[in-house]
């Protein structure tokens, strides 16, 4: 049986190594490429592979967005992460939404080859150190409180922020402050640095 797998990375040199060394499998077959979290959800929605292999740090839709959008959507796609995050956060997050492979970028070939085998027929592959790490550290944050708190990184307002997710500005401000709290951080800025390394942006 071939397995038809999509590649969603936003670097093109890893993007085509990838492709690369996947084509090298005799059961594999990779019926698409995407720079970006958007195409590689309408490559999903249109070809409906067995596997989407992607990062996690892309523009516009991140892999996780990717992975909850195709959980959201009922589609049969199974999600490998395969990143140089190897923090508790982002896997706890995967893992809420229902992806099955979670490899660090620097992980051996055959044990790329072998866990896209294994998600592909139901089962699960995750770096095991990252595994042990995953269930460490809670994530405080609410998801209005990590919508906020990112944009607020990225340096926009509490006005903009407003306008984007479509609440008040003092609601922004609440949210804002109760993220600033939870992380014991001095601003906004700070707030959303703590957060990111964690993996909770």
């Not at 990143?83 to 979670?102: K, M, S």
């Amino acid at each position: 049986m071939t397995l038809k797998i999509v590649i969603a990375e936003d670097q093109a040199m890893v993007r085509g190594a990838l492709a690369a060394l996947l084509r090298l499998e005799a059961d594999f077959e990779i019926i698409g490429e995407a720079a970006d979290g958007c195409s590689a959800l309408n490559l999903i929605t249109t070809l409906r592979p067995d596997v989407l292999l992607t990062d996690i740090e892309m523009t516009g839709m991140s892999g996780l967005d990717v992975a909850q959008a195709i959980n959201a959507k009922g589609l049969p796609t199974r999600v490998v992460i395969v990143t140089t995050f190897g923090r508790a956060g982002y896997l706890r997050r995967a893992l809420e939404h229902n992806v099955a492979g979670y490899l660090l970028k620097d992980s051996p070939s055959d044990q790329l080859a072998n866990a896209i085998r294994k998600v592909a027929s139901g089962g699960r592959a995750i770096d095991p150190e990252l595994a042990l790490a995953g269930w460490g550290g809670d994530d405080p944050l609410t998801d209005r409180e990590r919508q906020v708190l990112a944009l607020a990184g990225e340096g926009k307002t509490s006005g903009e922020i407003s306008k984007l997710v479509h609440l008040s500005e003092g609601t922004v401000r609440n949210y804002l402050s109760e993220a600033i709290s939870k992380l014991g951080a001095a601003n906004r800025i700070e707030a959303a640095r703590i957060a990111r390394q964690k993996g909770w942006l």
